[in-house]
């Protein structure tokens, strides 16, 4: 981590039995970024807590690293720069000329300022969060992004009572402002009694875009044959034995297993892995040794 981006007051925990180890090692590069580090500061002391994302991508596949109580809850600089670090969902924001694939009037060559934002953080219930389709201007599916069974959600009234908020919010608010094309997608917070609803993110109507209970080719057909032309489609878990609601596998487990581990297992079975592993760690032992 950068020197100097931990909690105020924090020490490093270095003992001076640790210093003549240190002294006979090589001095590692360090980094420090006091201004970048102030401002952050500033934000925290201003919200309590922030999570952070850059222009277009939030490091959530990466936030398991934090407690698992707050996730993505920042307390400190270091909290920030080690979400960041950590996700691969970042890095696509990194990339001046891929950060616009998907969007039909994408161009690679237009400026691009890289940001950091940082939200105030809070707890949601993450039950009452909906995902929201549009394709050419028309609202043409929605599904709910907690990948739990909610009986709330399988009752024929919240059913309708939550395509009409969603409706509402999309024909009064982001309709009329919504000037990023016409296909995209949104992320809805529902109030508690579901006739409201928080803006939470806006994503491009692309492959990289997690469709979650939908594929793209379904709300294709769906778009094409006029299904949803009076009311969006709706798609809920609607048992706790739903294949998605059934699955053990965390969310982004691909970012919980060590960049080499999936670089040795390319290609390989399970036996020549492990051995292929096991080598590997040999031979860092001897480099360490050495």
């Known amino acids: 981590m ?23 090692e090589e001095e590692a590069e360090k980094y420090a970024f006091p201004e970048l580090d102030s401002q952050i500061r500033q934000a925290i002391a201003e919200y309590g807590a922030v999570f952070p994302r850059l222009n277009f991508s939030s490091p959530k596949d990466a936030a398991w690293i934090l407690p698992p ?21 970042t890095i696509h924001d990194l990339n001046r000329t891929n950060v616009f694939d998907g969007c039909s009037d994408g161009d690679s060559s237009a400026p691009y300022d890289l940001e950091l934002v940082l939200r105030k953080w809070y707890s949601i219930d993450r039950s009452r969060e909906c995902r929201c389709f549009v394709r050419d201007n028309n609202l043409i599916g929605i599904t709910q992004r907690d990948m739990n069974f909610y ?46 609803a928080h803006i939470v993110d806006f994503n491009p109507y692309a492959s990289r875009t997690d469709p979650l209970l939908f594929t793209y080719e379904e709300l294709w057909k769906s778009f094409i044959h006029g299904q949803a032309r009076d009311a969006p489609l709706l798609k809920v878990i609607d048992s706790r034995a739903h294949p998605a609601a059934n699955s053990n596998v965390p969310a982004n ?22 051995h292929i592993w096991q080598e590997e760690v040999r031979k860092s032992a001897v480099g360490d040794d050495e």
Not at 173 to 196: C, M, S
């Open 69 to 89: 109580g707050s996730p993505m809850k920042c307390t400190s600089p270091a909290d920030v720069y080690l979400l960041l670090k950590s996700s691969d969902f």
């Open 253 to 274: 487990q691909h970012n919980m297993i060590p960049f080499e581990a999936l670089s040795l297992a390319s290609g390989r079975d399970l036996e020549e892995f492990s």
């Open 151 to 196: 009986e709330f959600w399988n009752d024929a009234s919240t059913q309708t009572r939550i395509i009409n908020t969603v409706k509402s919010i999309w024909n009064d608010t982001i309709k009329p402002k919504w000037k990023g094309g016409d296909h995209y997608v949104f992320d809805l917070l529902l109030t508690r009694d579901l006739t409201r």
């Open 2 to 24: 950068p020197e100097g981006s931990g909690l105020e007051g924090e020490t490093s925990g270095i003992t001076e039995e640790d210093t003549d180890e240190e002294e006979e």
